[in-house]
Nanobody, 127 residues
Framework: QVQLVESGGGLVQAGGSLRLSCAASGRTFSTYAMGWFRQAPGKGREFVAAISWSSGNTYYADSVKGRFTISRDNAKNTVYLQMNSLKPEDTAVYYC????????????????????WGQGTQVTVSS
């Protein structure tokens, strides 16, 4: 069982930065792949970024590539999403997710493969 708590969301102007954190409980965090997903008002939840358990593999949605960076600190049971050059279209509720998945993109970039989810944190980017 893994419990996830996101933090770091807020209101920022376009071009600004935020760093989201996702703190996990449970001894198996270091063996779990982690993903960030987001849901904008009136839209479905979409993939943002994911990282394998060893940090050897990272994947990004095309819409955030070059602007967002996912990382993890297994000693702190925490995964991060550094978001730079934010745009109004990045406005959404951001969720982290965890599960024991393979490092292949098809596996860890697919939200349906994750069993454990946080409650979400709101990110609002003003123009």
């Amino acid at each position: 069982q893994v419990q996830l708590v996101e933090s770091g969301g807020g209101l920022v102007q376009a071009g600004g930065s935020l760093r989201l954190s996702c703190a996990a409980s449970g001894r198996t965090f270091s063996t779990y792949a982690m993903g960030w997903f987001r849901q904008a008002p009136g839209k479905g939840r979409e993939f943002v970024a994911a990282i394998s358990w060893s940090s050897g593999n990272t994947y990004y949605a095309d819409s955030v590539k070059g602007r967002f960076t996912i990382s993890r600190d297994n000693a702190k049971n925490t995964v991060y999403l550094q978001m730079n050059s934010l745009k109004p279209e990045d406005t959404a509720v951001y969720y982290c997710a965890a599960d024991n998945l393979s490092a292949h993109r098809a596996s860890i970039a697919t939200q349906w493969n994750y069993d454990y989810w946080g409650q979400g944190t709101q990110v609002t980017v003003s123009s």
